[in-house]
């Protein structure tokens, strides 16, 4: 885990690390998430796909918005507390000054077809990005120290619970979670 | 805009708000949005700070621009702050509301990250890590599933969502596949629906 670690690049300053979460943070249309693992791991490769999965998993169990938690513990893997509250900043100062300015715009385009048109087919492509980055994360599975059939079966049980029976979304990652968990410890030496 | 409200906050109001997002933070587990139907108790039934279309309002936009989805909270302060009567209430709201959600949460959060980057090597701490790995994904690929179905939900007819099923499949595809640049395909989404075609 150390070495691999130190090989990969890192943002080199505080700057960097602010800008990479704003053109980020504004590329996430019905949410943020699977725009961090491609632009973190993808395409700046700062986190390895098991890292950022490891810090998903903490965002998500703690209180407060995930993302930016995330944004918080990825700018922490640099740049300790500095790096946290500027990538927490990045995160949000561009979007908020842009979300303030569309509120006061709302009422004079929310009712254009063609705008409406254009967010459902930025929310289907959105879908798909998200999508996308479950599928490469699972295919990080196999090394996983949960046996394969395991990873499967509470996958799935995770998928039919959230997405089509619609139960909160807290629960399950507590139940399945804490399957997976003892599971891994298990198998870990 | 909205039917709008009018109504008069006193310090204590504020304070009343902003120690209430402060609780808010703390019970936000899996995401703000968990909280929203607390929210909607505090501010439109108990108090009328804000009507019910703009509760509604301030969440829809916030999934429709981009940026975290925490930044509803920003939009309801903001119109809590121009019910009570000026631009300067509003960018107070703002503060009040954003300050009150994040500040608990992350401090908490820093202090547990902190602590278990420090005890990495810990049989439990590697054992929780990588043992959430499994649902983390199944969590993933139901918020697709959720995001693509709800644009479809929007459009009415049923017979014209599968252009968008389409669309989202094609998208997962290329972005799989491809380093292509997500602004591109946000873009030629975004086109594509304001034609009508999907």
Known sequence: MTPTALEHPRPASLLELFLAFTVLALQGFGGVLAIVQREMVERKRWLTQDEFIEDWAVAQIMPGPNVVNLSMMIGARYFGLRGALVALSGMLAVPLVLILLLVTLHARFAGNPQVIGALRGMAAVSAGLIAAAGLKMAASLGRSPVPLPWCLAIGGAGFVLVALLKFPLFYVLLLLGSLGCVLAYRNLR | MNTAIHITLDWHDWLNLFGHYLLLSLMSLGGAISTTSEMHRFLVEQHGWLT??????????????????????????????????????????????????????TIFTYQVAQWGHRNRELRAVRAFKQGMAPVVIALLLSTAWILASSGGATSGDAGVQWPLWLLALASCLVIWRTRLHLLWMLGAGALLGALGIV
Request: hydrophobic share 55%.
């Open chain 2, 52 to 105: 019910q279309a703009q509760f509604n309002d301030s969440i829809a936009l916030a999934q429709a621009a981009p940026g975290p989805n925490v930044l509803f909270v920003a939009l309801m302060g903001w119109k809590v702050g121009m019910n009570a009567g000026s631009t300067a209430a509003a960018f107070f709201g703002v503060a009040t509301t954003m300050t009150g959600i994040l500040l608990p949460s």
